[in-house]
């Protein structure tokens, strides 16, 4: 309990564990593979609380683009200033802060095989966060009864179908209360009867105050629950605006292409 209190007291201390207006804003923020620009200088300010919807052709940089927030890849030019700070060159505990507020759901779920559902969310709230073990599994119960999944706690993932894995990975990625959420295409592996379920834990979320960043090719999503879509191609944001306007008269001729093709 103690040690349990005096870590999670430590991690306080760090620059980002007081965010709590989770804005994320790219500053000219590029990214090169080797020679590859992948993302060119992009501009973008996401306000707290704020939906933001990303879209785009295959390969266009929405992955890089969000990867980049937590550092799962790390920056090659400009910043990305969380909460109005600078996020670039931070390293050990500082970063470790940082991704403790910033939940990320993948495409795959990418929960761990050899885990049961409450231990894939426990997991790092024990062994990263310094949670006591009891405390952690109530936030798991707590986390999977609100994503509809309070009776799966000691299934392991093969026991679960693709919506209820991708279910406990937004579980897992709410557990360390995060106030930003990114989505990576978080149904574009599921078969189609499996969409709706993810969607509507993903709507349950979205003006809760959580940050929600989502690359998704849900146009019906999009528009329904985004605040802003922006439409990136060739590592480029090309064009954004509010879902309604977006849809009725998309600006540049690649979006007006793309959105041909998805909808
Ligand atoms: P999207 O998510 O829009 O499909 P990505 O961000 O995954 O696009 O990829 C953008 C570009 O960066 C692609 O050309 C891709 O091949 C390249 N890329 C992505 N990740 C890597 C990597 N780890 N190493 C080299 N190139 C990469
Ligand atoms: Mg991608």
């Given amino acids: 309990m103690v040690s349990g209190l005096l870590k999670r007291s430590a991690a306080q201390a760090a620059d980002f564990a007081h965010l709590r207006d989770a804005s994320v804003e790219f500053r000219q923020a590029g990214k090169n593979y080797g020679d590859n620009q992948v993302l060119k200088s992009v501009d973008l300010k996401v306000n707290a609380g704020e939906v933001v919807a990303i879209c785009g052709p295959s390969g266009s940089g929405k992955s890089t683009l969000i990867r980049l927030i937590n550092q799962l890849e790390p920056l090659s030019a400009g910043d990305i200033l969380i909460d109005g700070k600078p996020t670039r060159n931070l390293q050990g505990k500082a970063l470790r802060a940082l991704r403790s507020r910033i939940g990320f759901v993948f495409q795959q779920f990418n929960l761990y095989a050899h885990l049961t559902a409450e231990q894939n969310i426990t997991l790092s ?21 609100r994503v509809g999944l309070g009776e799966k706690a000691q299934h392991f993932p093969a026991q679960l179908s693709g919506g209820q894995q991708q279910r406990v990975a937004i579980a897992r990625a709410l557990a360390s209360s995060p106030q930003i959420i990114l989505f990576d295409e978080p149904t574009s592996a599921l078969d189609p009867e499996m969409i709706g379920e993810v969607l509507t834990v993903m709507k349950s979320l979205a003006h809760s105050g959580i940050t929600m960043i989502v690359v998704t090719h849900e146009m019906q999503f999009a528009r329904e629950i985004a605040d802003r879509v922006v439409f990136i191609d060739g590592g480029d944001i090309l064009e954004q605006a509010a879902p309604a306007q977006f849809f009725r008269s998309p600006q540049h001729p690649r979006a007006r292409r793309f959105l041909q093709k998805v909808l």
């Fill in 125 to 145: 709230l024990t062994h990263v966060h310094g949670w006591k073990p009891d405390e952690a599994k109530q936030q798991a119960a707590a986390l999977l009864a």
